[in-house]
């Protein structure tokens, strides 16, 4: 069985950081890229970062480019979101995928609550 289980969202003023985790189980992570992507209030789901298999290569949307960080550790099963200089936009579930920038993976976790106030 395989579970995506997202942690680390909380209430953060703006200009403030948050670091979020996704532990993989039941899956053969160090093949696929991972992604994270977020819903926010009234909104549809949007792409927000991807990494590569190998954590050697990475792309953002332009809306959190150089703010946000993905990484990944294949010993742990685990990918992070690192959010710096947050801003109230940012307010959104959050949810990894075993998938690139298309969003098209088998698997989703139950996402992660970010809160962002101004």
């Known amino acids: 069985q395989v579970q995506l289980v997202e942690s680390g969202g909380g209430l953060v003023q703006a200009g403030g950081s948050l670091r979020l985790t996704c532990v993989a189980s039941?899956?053969?992570?160090?093949?696929?890229?991972m992604a994270w992507f977020r819903q926010g209030p009234g909104k549809e789901r949007e792409f927000v970062a991807t990494?590569?298999?190998?954590?050697?290569?990475?792309s953002y949307a332009e809306s959190v480019k150089g703010r946000f960080t993905i990484s990944r550790d294949n010993v742990k099963n685990t990918v992070y979101l690192q959010m710096n200089s947050l801003k109230p936009e940012d307010t959104a579930v959050y949810f990894c995928?075993?998938?690139?920038?298309?969003?098209?993976?088998?698997?989703w976790g139950q996402g992660t609550q970010v809160t962002v106030s101004s």
């Open positions: 995928t075993n998938s690139d920038s298309t969003g098209r993976g088998d698997y």
């Open positions: 039941g899956l053969n992570f160090g093949v696929f890229s």
């Open positions: 990494v590569n298999w190998h954590g050697t290569r990475t």
